[in-house]
Each structure stands twice: as C-alpha cells, then as structure tokens.
C-alpha cells in the first residue's frame, strides 16, 4: 500500500509520516514546495529525518504546478493525505493570494486527481478556522460555520468543494478541522514556540495578544497521529465525514504560559498588545464524533504535552534560532 502525504515537511505531514514508518507497512511518498512562510531550514531537517527510513521517498512539488501533480499520482497510490496548505490566519492578512494559490487552487489539483485515480480514501486539512467567531461551545461539527478569515474561508471552501465533488463516487473522504496543534517539531509562526524561541533569543520580543486573554483547544501532536492512525482503517458512515480534531480542554494562553515557565529559569521580553484582526477569541470544539469513531477516550494531560515540548525544544533549539 502506498500512502501520498502533501505538506510532509510541515509540522503535521512530517509527524504523521514519521509515526507511519514507524508503526506500520506503508509505503509513503511525500510532496512539499519548501517555500518559506517559515524557516526551511526546519523543514530540512524534519525531511533529513525522514530520509532515515527506506520506505520514504520525497518529490519538490508545488500544488499550483499540474504537471508535477499529475505525475505524482501516476505512482500507484492508495491512499492521500492532504496537508500541503498555506496555513496561518495572520499572514491571510497580508498576503491572502497566496491562500487562494495553495488552498483552492492547488487544492483542486489534487482533488482532481483523487478523482482520475479512483483513489480509495482521501484525507484532507481543515481547520477550526471554519467555525469564526463563535459564542456557542463547544463547537460541534454540525454547527453553522461561519469563518472570519479568508485562511478560513479557504478551508470552508475545501469543505464544501468536496461535498459536491465526490458525491457520486466511491471514495471516501474525510476532513480534518484541527485546533490549535502542538508539540515536538511545531511551528516557529504559532504561540509556543514563538514564546520558546524568546526565552531562548533575548533579542526577540514575545508579542502577547490580547493581553493573553485569549483561549485555545490546544491539541497535542501525538493524540493528532494516534486519531490518523485509528481513522486509516475505520469505515465511514457517509462518504464524506468532517471531524473537529481537537482535546476539548480550552485552555487561557495566560496560563499556557505559565506551564512553559514551570520548565525555564529564564523568562522572555514580553510586550503585551491589543486584540488582532482575523483572530478569535476562543476555541473550544467537542470531540465526541471521532471519540465515538475510533473508541478513543482520553487524551494526553495537556500539562505533560508542555513539558514534553519544552524538553523537546531544550535539546533542539539550535534548529529554530
Ligand atoms: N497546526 C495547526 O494547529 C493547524 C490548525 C488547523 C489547520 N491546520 C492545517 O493543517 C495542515 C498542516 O498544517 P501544519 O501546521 O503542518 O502547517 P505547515 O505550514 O507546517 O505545513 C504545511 C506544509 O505545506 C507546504 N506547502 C504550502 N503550500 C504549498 C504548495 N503550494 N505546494 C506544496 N507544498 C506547499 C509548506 O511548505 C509546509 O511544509 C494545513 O493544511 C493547515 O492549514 C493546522
């Protein structure tokens, strides 16, 4: 069985492809562009990981180049994994074409060829990005999504697309709304490791904002692959099935914080700002249809996730500084 993995030098590809060569049989064929929304040399070096395992093979490939893509899926594949994404809900802001390039139209190239190669499964980035400003929680997947970003709006868009798409054919999809994910290899643009990168770069300033009043379903990487694993053998109920992926423990950033000083002597500069365009207050989504789906009940104390990433990063800093 051979599994295509888009985005494999990003924080979850390239988790999801290691914990696969690890713990099972497949074959994995990774794309990525290596552009550099942030530092290549981090996607480097998760690549130069994964090159430790025979059955990973890596192709340059960006989405928007059709070519490229078709001739990916010429490789005899089974199952796809999308993750390959302009992510970020800031940087939407600033460059919002960059968003449409890699999340709608790249998109498509690749929906279209999970189309032409009858692919069996097809597995897709979302993001809790979809649901917007929400005063209702937790978020379930069934509520009226309503993002306020185009990064959401992207994703949305992805969503729906695949509804119409696919709706008369056999293969299975499933979209994958992530809140907030974290953990060992992260992603320098997100909350902890901006803050770890401070603690451990006194020249740069930790932006806080909101004045950290901010709450988050901050969800540890390694229950994200467990729930991928699970969900790779599991039959759908529908063709198409949209699951939030998330911890469903809201944490305030203030107190994230607070974890991540209980691991340092030293603290960082920090300069506290008011609330953000494009950004939500709160996140919070209920986990009960995947914990339904895979018999998953329990995930990892999110105190522990923390300390894991802080010991992670106390050994690995050198790679993001
Ligand atoms: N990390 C989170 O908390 C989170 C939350 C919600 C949704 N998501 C979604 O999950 C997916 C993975 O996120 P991540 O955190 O690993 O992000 P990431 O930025 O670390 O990974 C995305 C990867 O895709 C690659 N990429 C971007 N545009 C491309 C293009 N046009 N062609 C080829 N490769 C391209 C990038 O180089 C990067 O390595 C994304 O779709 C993201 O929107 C992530």
């Known amino acids: 069985m051979k599994i295509l993995i888009t985005g494999v030098a990003g924080f979850i590809g390239f988790s999801f492809a290691k914990y696969l060569l690890k713990?099972?049989?497949?074959?994995?064929?990774?794309?990525?562009?290596?552009?550099?929304?942030?530092?290549?040399?981090?996607?480097k070096e998760r690549l130069k990981n994964l090159s430790n395992f025979k059955k990973f093979k890596f192709f340059k490939v960006d989405l928007n180049n059709k070519n490229q893509i078709n001739k990916i899926?010429?490789?005899?594949?089974?199952?796809?994994?999308?993750?390959?994404?302009?992510?970020?809900?800031?940087?939407?802001?600033?460059?919002?074409?960059?968003?449409?390039?890699?999340?709608?139209?790249?998109?498509f190239?690749?929906?279209?060829?999970?189309?032409?190669?009858?692919?069996?499964?097809?597995?897709?980035?979302?993001?809790?990005?979809?649901?917007?400003?929400s005063k209702k929680f937790p978020l379930k997947e069934t509520d009226k999504i309503n993002p306020r970003?185009?990064?959401?709006?992207?994703?949305?868009?992805?969503?729906?697309?695949?509804?119409?798409?696919?709706?008369?054919?056999?293969?299975?999809?499933?979209?994958?709304?992530?809140?907030?994910?974290?953990?060992e290899w992260g992603r320098p643009d997100m909350l902890i490791f901006q803050y770890l990168s401070s603690i451990f770069n006194s020249k740069k300033i930790f932006y806080l904002n909101n004045y950290g009043n901010h709450t988050r379903d901050?969800?540890?990487?390694?229950?994200?692959?467990?729930?991928?694993?699970?969900?790779?053998?599991?039959?759908?109920?529908?063709?198409h099935e949209i699951f939030n992926i998330c911890s469903n423990k809201p944490i305030k950033i203030t107190s994230v914080l607070k974890y991540i000083d209980g691991n340092f002597s030293k603290k960082p500069k920090i300069k506290k700002r008011k609330f953000q365009l494009a950004d939500v207050k709160k996140t919070h989504g209920e986990n009960k249809k995947i914990n339904n789906y895979i018999n998953k009940n329990k995930f990892i104390d999110v105190i522990r996730a923390i300390d894991n990433t802080c010991d992670w990063y106390k050994a690995n800093w050198k790679i993001y500084n």
């Open 149 to 183: 970003n185009i990064y959401g709006l992207t994703k949305k868009n992805n969503e729906e697309t695949v509804e119409i798409f696919f709706k008369d054919l056999k293969t299975d999809c499933v979209g994958l709304r992530f809140f907030t994910v974290f953990g």
């Open 218 to 239: 901050f969800t540890y990487i390694k229950d994200v692959c467990d729930v991928l694993y699970k969900l790779l053998n599991k039959r759908l109920i529908k063709r």
């Open 73 to 107: 899926f010429l490789k005899k594949i089974d199952i796809v994994y999308h993750f390959a994404a302009q992510a970020g809900v800031r940087y939407s802001l600033e460059n919002p074409r960059a968003y449409i390039d890699s999340n709608i139209v790249g998109f």
């Open 23 to 43: 713990n099972s049989k497949y074959q994995i064929i990774g794309i990525d562009n290596l552009n550099d929304y942030y530092s290549v040399k981090i996607k």
């Open 109 to 133: 190239n690749i929906i279209e060829n999970v189309k032409n190669h009858k692919i069996k499964k097809f597995f897709y980035a979302s993001s809790s990005s979809v649901y917007g400003d």
